[in-house]
């Protein structure tokens, strides 16, 4: 058995970024840049007025109350084209620019108005409301890094630097491919011993959720023809990921079949709690995780292996679920040699730091208990045993990770 660390290394070594594509910022939202962008303009274009008021020469309007000539207007996207003299002012209005020679904005709650005159009420100092060119962002100049993750708010700036296609990395394919004879699909007719597979959902929305596409491949029954045949269909995946028949016992053929294919294992069998049996491999050319089938053990095996991988894909440098404090709320016994990941719900707080208690039952088969943790909380091989009361770290679940 190797470590978890030793896996996640070998794992990431074998990949490297995917091809690139260009998509709309329509489309962009929750893609990784793969290019840097440049601004395509300045913005503000000019120095333009945050309110609705009068753009004057702030040395006129020192002393107060003062009248000054109206001479014109720049409405938003209008202009007031002469410059501006002593003792005049433009009506202006918010996003209109600012003629030559104004360099500030009375705003019309401290005015009076009679005509083409405005009485100034209170004075302004140079530069008061008024958006100097270029203090958002200037053309040619810092954009958004390659690299990043576009948000929602990163559409928006793309838009505003008149940026319409980026360069995205093209989203990893991950093909899953279910196996066991007891195994049906939700909604089918289902038989006395046999079990709903509900592993490939969970990895589908857990792939869906990380910025790739899910390829079901379906449910392999427990032999050669069938495994051989099914897992045929990952050709075009970027990587292929089987469920279940990676341990030891007579109908777990995932190594045995796809090695007469040309599976070539580069590690099997980690020692983490749940997971153990993880798999890693090439199946000519396309990397394979084969994963255990208890669907705690391929949630876990996804979250630790399966998104650190598509970050790879998607040019990401190599990052970990963040840990956040939490107070222990039971006793822990002390762990064994495999890394374990405990199941956990946060039951109240201490001066503001989580309480965490493990769910009792740490099954790998419990999908309602994993479903109702809150958290995880790992323990290295050999941690001491732990008192309640002692100061843990957890990984918090349902967080950004990988970030979106
Ligand atoms: N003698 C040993 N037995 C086992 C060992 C071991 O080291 N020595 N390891 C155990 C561990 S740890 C795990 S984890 C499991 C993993 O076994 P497999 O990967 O071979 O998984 P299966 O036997 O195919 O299935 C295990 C369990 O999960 C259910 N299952 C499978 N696929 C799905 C699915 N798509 N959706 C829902 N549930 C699924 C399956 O019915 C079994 O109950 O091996 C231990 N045994
Ligand atoms: O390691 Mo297995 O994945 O516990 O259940």
Known sequence: MISVEEARKNILSALSPLTSETVSISEACGRYLSENITPRRTQPPADLSAMDGYAVRAADVQTVPVTLNVVGEAPAGGSYDSPLGAGQAVRIFTGGPLPEGADAIVIQEDTTREGDRVTVLEGVASGRYVRKKGLDFTEGQTGLAAG???????????????????????????????????????GEPVGPNQIISSNTLLVAAMIEQAGGIAIDLGIAKDNEQSLRQMAAGARSADMLVTLGGA?????????????????????????????????????????????????????????????????????????????????????LNENDRREDYLRARITGQKTGIPVIETVPNQDSSLLSALSGADCLLKRPPFAPALSEGAAVEVILLDTDFPPC
């Open 148 to 186: 990043r993750k576009l948000t929602p708010r990163d559409i928006g700036l793309l838009a505003a630097m008149n940026v319409p296609w980026v360069s995205v990395y093209r989203k990893p394919r991950i093909a899953l491919l279910a196996t066991g004879d007891e195994l049906v699909r939700p």
């Open 247 to 331: 341990s030891v016992g007579d109908h777990d053929l995932v190594q045995s079949i796809l090695g007469k294919e040309g599976l070539q294992i580069d590690f099997w069998r980690i020692a983490m709690r749940p997971g153990k049996p993880l798999m890693f491999g090439d199946l000519n050319g396309i990397p394979m995780l084969g994963m255990p089938g208890n669907p705690v053990s391929s949630m876990m095996c996804s979250y630790l292996f399966l998104l650190p991988a598509m970050l790879a894909m998607l040019g990401q440098p190599p990052r970990l679920p963040k840990t956040t404090p939490a107070i222990l709320g039971n006793p």
